[in-house]
């Protein structure tokens, strides 16, 4: 059954033995989330004379790497076997066109900062990904030797201290379906931060009448007279705690979780997972399906407090497509179909449902993925994975990325690529450019120093802020 869990970066003994036993027994998994929280006010937060206007970030990953020219960079001016299917349309950006099948966010145009000459020069999936979601390049060793991403930094330099997790990724299961390659890309974590900065990860489908956080409720049964004596029973094991306590990984365990039992009785945090608080023409307007309510799911928590929200595409479970954007075959049936339609949505809606809500210029949106597709239909590069007569291959030199919300100038067009959309022919962008603008829209200086794992100062970004598309 799906549920949320959070996501540890490697096995650690103790605290496996401590979330297999004793949180299997309490019905809970806060303790962990509490922890690193206190570790993390340990640490004084950014003044707030430098923060930026962009309070949270949503960030879309569209992983598997959407084809640049079937979406916001068409080619009408190209080859057939360049410029594809699809017919571009006119926005309500003079001048900017994007493909025909994005109608909703054509009409919003004027609300976006689309960046087309995004590059890089990573040709895989999971080490793309570590780039798109640090800005720096992936170090080639395990996930505890990745970069921190965004939710990660912001989490360990303090942010959200409410009582909600200030780092969480949408990364819903389906059952039966493709391969979840997405679970073995680089970036998604805390890397040498540690686990207690990795982001709470929820993988249950919000889309479903079932649909239940897990960690942030009490089961079927768990009455508050039960959870007291439950409460009773975690003091019961205090001196098997001890012992365990005398280990340094679960230090201060023992107030984590009786900080836990509170937390679950604050109305603000199963409120925040409750989508059936919506109406339902509301959720309708963002798409009945796993990835619209979990980009609901996103700006419920934005909403809530919580700084950074990544809301993964999800693997829809439908056999014999695509998997994910990762269009080698099917590119212009499956983003006809099932890819562009449910994105516009979701996307055109959160623009609007933030803005209503008077949370837009104070909510950053950034749309990525790690790559683009091959410029030319059919095309197979070195390195990449083949495409099919109807598919785009892998494409790491030029792609766009799109941004909205705090801080961000609307119906901004940077960089361009050229007439087959192969190469940047203006304004190259690459990956650590876009991350130190979005730290600088969330008011993080870009010359902000972490620590590494072996406690080594190390400079949080090494690129330019996009002065051009800030407003």
Request: hydrophobic residues 35%; aromatic residues 8%; charged residues 20%.
């Amino acid at each position: 059954m799906a549920c949320s869990s959070f996501f540890w970066n490697s096995a650690v003994t103790r605290r496996e033995f401590l979330r297999a036993g004793a949180l299997s027994l309490f019905g809970l998994g806060l303790p962990d989330l509490l922890q690193a929280r206190v570790a993390a006010t340990d640490r004084p937060a950014l003044p707030l004379g430098s923060r930026g206007r962009a309070k949270a970030c949503i960030l879309l990953f569209m992983w598997g790497g959407p084809a640049q020219q079937d979406t916001w960079d068409p080619k009408p001016d190209a080859p057939e076997e360049y410029r594809g299917e699809f017919r571009p349309i006119a926005t309500t950006v003079p001048g900017l066109q994007i493909c025909e099948h994005l109608p909703r966010l054509a009409r919003r145009a004027h609300k976006l900062a689309v960046l087309r000459s995004m590059c890089h020069d990573d040709v895989d999936h999971t080490s793309a990904t570590h780039w798109m979601l640090t800005g720096k390049r992936n170090p080639r060793g395990n996930l505890s030797d990745d970069w921190p991403n965004y939710g990660a930094v912001l989490s360990r330099l303090g942010r959200g201290q409410g009582p909600l997790p200030p780092n969480v990724s949408m990364m819903p299961v389906v059952p039966d379906g493709a391969p979840r390659f997405v679970e073995q890309s680089h970036g998604q974590g805390a890397g040498f931060l540690g686990p207690l900065y990795n982001p709470m990860r929820i993988d249950a489908d919000a889309s479903l009448p079932s649909y239940q956080v897990g960690d942030f409720s009490l089961r079927a049964g768990l009455t508050p007279l039960r959870t007291g004596g439950r409460q009773g029973l975690v003091q019961s094991l205090d001196e098997q705690r001890r012992q365990l306590e005398l280990q340094a990984d679960v230090q201060a365990m023992s107030s984590h979780y009786e900080r836990a039992f509170s937390l679950l009785a604050r109305p603000e945090v199963t409120r925040a997972f409750d989508l059936s608080q919506e109406p339902m023409p509301l959720r309708q307007r963002y798409g009945m399906n796993i990835h619209g309510q979990s980009v609901l799911q996103a700006r419920r928590l934005v909403e809530a407090g919580v700084p950074v929200v990544t809301v993964f595409w999800p693997n829809d479970g439908i056999t014999n497509v695509s998997v994910y954007w990762d269009t080698h075959s099917r590119n212009f049936i499956d983003l006809r179909t099932r890819l562009c339609p449910v994105t516009d949505l979701a996307f055109s809606t959160l623009l609007d449902d933030l803005q209503e809500r008077g949370l837009l210029d104070e909510t950053l949106v950034v749309w990525t993925g790690e790559m683009g597709r091959t410029p030319r239909v059919g095309q197979s590069v070195v390195g990449g994975a083949g495409a099919g007569r109807d598919g785009r291959d892998h494409w790491y030199k030029v792609f766009t990325s799109v941004l909205a919300g705090a801080g961000i100038r609307g119906g901004a067009v940077y960089g361009s690529s050229d007439r087959y959309a192969s190469e940047p022919n203006t304004n190259p962008t690459a990956p650590a450019d876009l991350a130190t603008t979005i730290y600088h829209l969330l008011g993080v200086p870009p010359d902000t120093e972490i620590r590494d794992r072996l406690g080594r100062p190390v400079t949080l970004c090494d690129g330019n802020v996009i002065e051009a598309i800030l407003g």
